[in-house]
């Protein structure tokens, strides 16, 4: 299988070019689908304090053979830890769910504009960064206004912004702004959660043009257009093709035929989403 290049973040680190997602799957299950992901070949893992699945992410990555620095976790700060003692107190359990000494991505998983507590909170993430506890820190689900905020009040840009972005959502103007502050886009439910997306004639028509699943499709188009994808499957062939999609390239025709579906949100809006 060949390799995709790796994205550089804006703190001299590195990320694989593309992740395994953790949303939905607890217990034996998630430990499991870690498990097959990591021998599949996946060194990013997306998990957060909200799916209630970090210990069994945790012991996975331990058990997996795979050397602890070759692997990279994600969590989310949740936002009943929203603050700044709360997000240091809530690191912390996650830390500790996860059998880790150290995290190599964190981010706040949504913005929560209404408790206005953010900017404390990415201060709080600032600090776990400085002490080295996290290796890079980031944001999730965050528009441009709240982006400019953190930066502003705190001259830390995050490394990440972790968005739901798919064909079906094209967010041409979140990546736009990601990418004009120095922020790499991680895009969530990226195969638009599976059905429907992947049964779309439009996206079937470009698959069958390079001989590769619908999914393959979806997830190359993400990578030509610079964002690093979050997919989740349970299942371990799946897992394996989705991490496939280096070998074709889609043309500009197929760019824009996956790019022009109707659109609409899946989940939550960043400016009235509540945890
Ligand atoms: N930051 C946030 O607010 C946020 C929100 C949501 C999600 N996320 C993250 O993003 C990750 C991905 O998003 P998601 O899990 O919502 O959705 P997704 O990855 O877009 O879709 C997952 C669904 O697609 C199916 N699937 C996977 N590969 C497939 C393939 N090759 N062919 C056909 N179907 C396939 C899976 O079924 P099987 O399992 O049966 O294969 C599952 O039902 C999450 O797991 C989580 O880590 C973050």
Do not use: C
């Amino acid at each position: 299988m060949t390799a995709l290049p790796t994205f550089s973040l804006n703190d001299g680190h590195t990320l694989p070019a593309l992740g395994f997602g953790t949303w939905r799957v607890a217990g034996e299950e998630a430990e499991e689908e870690v498990r097959s992901a990591l021998a599949a070949g996946y060194r990013l893992i997306d998990t957060a304090a909200s799916y209630g699945n970090e210990r069994e992410v945790g012991t996975a990555v331990a058990g997996s053979g795979v050397p602890r620095e070759q692997v990279l976790v994600t969590s989310k700060l949740r936002g009943a830890d929203q603050g700044y003692d709360a997000a240091l107190r809530g690191f912390e359990r996650t830390l500790g769910a996860l059998g880790l000494d150290r995290l190599d991505l964190h981010l706040i998983h949504w913005p929560l504009p209404a408790r206005d507590l953010y900017v404390d909170s990415w201060r709080a993430l600032i600090r776990l960064r400085e002490e080295g506890a996290v290796r890079s820190i980031g944001v999730s689900n965050f528009t441009a206004a709240h982006l400019d905020r953190i930066i502003g009040e705190t001259g830390v840009v995050p490394a990440v912004n972790q968005i739901e972005l798919h064909p079906g959502f094209v967010q041409e103007e979140m990546r736009a702004a990601n990418a004009e502050r120095g922020i790499v886009t991680e895009s969530w439910g990226p195969l638009g959660r599976g059905k429907g997306l992947l049964e779309a004639p439009e996206v079937r028509a470009v698959a069958d043009a390079h001989g590769v699943s619908p999914a393959q499709a979806v997830l190359r188009w993400q990578h030509q257009l610079g964002v690093l994808p979050l997919p989740k499957s349970a299942d371990p062939q799946r897992q394996r093709d989705n991490l496939d999609v280096a070998g074709f390239t889609l043309t500009g025709e197929e760019m824009a035929r996956l790019g022009s579906l109707p659109q609409r949100r899946l989940g939550g809006d960043p400016d009235t989403h509540e945890e």
